[in-house]
């Protein structure tokens, strides 16, 4: 329960963990930043890393002059295209390697089936949309490279998801994250970013209980 609160109480207090990491560590800090973006599309295991509160705090720490937003944008779209990438690579790994043909007695190989064919007929604006939600967008990757995705499809959708994702939290916190109202409030703002973005994968997992 305490570890739970910690890592609440460090996601509600974004705004100075990444001011106190941009002046004790300088350029750094775009390293530090990388890591997480990278881990939290990139790791299935690390779908609890703070991703679209981040993405808007580390705006917002740019707009006060601690970080340059520019490079803050191309560092964090690199880290999040190659993050999907390389969870995605993961997922056509196992489905060649450990998966296929009936390798696996806990997923039948139809099912492989029907996931290859509902990727190709959907699996562009799931790569993308799925950028915004948190949890199902550390997942997706690995489920398109589990139904095998065309490499040049999913990086074609990759990079829109990467680049719309970023852009819009990031430069969102640089706008309008030191609005004196916003900024004064910027704690509470965390918490419903964090909230909001948890909700629909939350009715998801309710529904499905209910099923």
Same mark, same amino acid.
């Given at each position: ?10 996601? *509600? ?10 002046? *004790? ?20 295991? *690390? ?48 489905? *060649? ?29 799931? #790569? ?50 030191? #609005?004196?109202? !916003? ?7 965390? !918490? ?20």
């Amino acid at each position: 329960m305490e570890t739970l609160l910690a890592v609440f109480e460090r996601l *509600a207090h974004l705004d100075t963990f990444l001011l106190a990491w941009a002046d *004790a560590y300088g350029p750094w800090a775009y390293v530090i930043l990388f890591v997480i973006i990278f881990s939290e599309t990139g790791l299935v295991v *690390a779908p609890f890393l703070p991703g679209d509160s981040l993405l808007f705090v580390a705006g917002a720490v740019a707009g006060l002059g601690a970080l340059d937003v520019n490079v803050l944008v191309v560092v964090l779209i690199v880290a999040a295209f190659l993050g999907n990438f390389t969870n995605f690579r993961i997922g056509v790994y196992l489905s *060649a390697h450990v998966l296929a043909g009936g390798k696996s007695r806990y997923i039948k190989h139809e099912y492989l089936e029907r996931t290859h064919a509902f990727y190709e007929r959907h699996g562009g604006k799931t #790569v993308v949309i799925s950028r915004f939600l948190p949890i199902i967008r550390t997942y997706a990757p690995f489920v398109a490279g589990v139904g095998t995705m065309s490499n040049r499809k999913f990086s074609f959708y990759n990079l829109i998801g990467a680049v719309a994702w970023v852009c819009t939290f990031v430069y969102g916190g640089y706008i309008f994250g030191n #609005v004196p109202a !916003i900024k004064q409030n910027l704690t509470y703002l965390v !918490i419903g970013i964090v909230l909001v973005s948890v909700l629909p994968a939350l009715i998801g997992f309710v529904r499905a209980r209910r099923a």
